[in-house]
């Protein structure tokens, strides 16, 4: 069963900005840690950021750090990726899924239909 709904992906050209959302429902909104996660074209689906329930742990894979922001708002069930300075390697289908165990990094088995972002040069 789908529990999450991203949006906001688009086209913009390299140093541009976009924030994405992903409304989480069910376990997935429950989950401890819900993780943001890309899949360029031709490669396999990547991490990209994670965060707490109560946003008081965040992690970024290194590629992104320093220019995306993840935020977590528990009262609307949504999580944001917030992402500056974007280069053509961060095309990809975005996605966001809840982890059954963050520490083993085993996330949820369904997921949903990803956000497209595209950056030009």
């Known amino acids: 069963q789908v529990e999450t709904m991203e949006s906001g992906g688009g086209s913009v050209q390299a140093g541009g900005s976009l924030r994405l959302s992903c409304a989480a429902s069910?376990?997935?909104?429950?989950?401890?840690?819900i993780g943001w996660f890309r899949q360029p074209p031709g490669k396999e689906r990547e991490f990209v950021a994670a965060?707490?329930?109560?946003?008081?742990?965040?992690d970024y894979a290194d590629s992104v750090k320093g220019r995306f922001t993840i935020s977590r708002d528990n009262a609307k069930n949504t999580v944001y990726l917030q992402m500056n300075n974007l280069k053509p390697d961060d095309t990809a289908v975005y996605y966001c899924?809840?982890?059954?165990?963050?520490?083993?990094?085993?996330?949820?088995?369904?997921w949903g239909q990803g956000t497209q972002v595209t950056v030009s040069s």
């Open positions: 899924n809840g982890y059954v165990d963050f520490f083993s990094r085993r996330t949820f088995e369904d």
């Open positions: 069910g376990r997935t909104a429950s989950s401890h840690f």
């Open positions: 965060i707490s329930k109560s946003s008081a742990s965040v």
